[in-house]
């Protein structure tokens, strides 16, 4: 059974830093597309940022373009969010989640996978 804890969430300023964590079990870990999605109140759930198995590729969200950074250590079974320059508007619940894929389209694109984290609230404000 696939299970995936995010930590790291809270309360930061605007122009502050967050890094979220996500550790995950009961997958192959290291051949698993991971991904994180946020959703803000009254708002669909979106995607954040997106990597392959290797890390060799990623994926962001327009938004969160040049802000923020995913990478994962296949060592610790570990997905990591470094989310910076964090505006009003990145509030929302952040979700890990695991075994998605990318293709391509008009650019390229990514789905997710079926397991889910519980999410963790970051909230941005002064």
């Known amino acids: 059974q696939v299970q995936l804890v995010e930590s790291g969430g809270g309360l930061v300023q605007p122009g502050g830093s967050l890094t979220l964590s996500c550790a995950a079990t009961g997958l192959a870990f290291s051949t698993s597309p991971m991904s994180w999605y946020r959703q803000a109140p009254d708002k669909a759930r979106e995607l954040v940022a997106a990597i392959t198995g290797t890390g060799g590729t990623t994926h962001y969200g327009d938004s969160v373009k040049g802000r923020f950074t995913i990478s994962r250590d296949n060592e610790k079974n570990k997905l990591v969010l470094q989310m910076n320059s964090l505006k009003p508007e990145d509030t929302a619940v952040y979700y890990c989640?695991?075994?998605?894929?990318?293709?391509?389209?008009?650019?390229?694109?990514?789905?997710?996978?079926?397991?889910w984290g519980q999410g963790t609230q970051v909230t941005v404000s002064s």
């Open positions: 989640n695991a075994g998605g894929g990318f293709y391509y389209t008009t650019g390229l694109r990514y789905f997710p996978g079926d397991s």
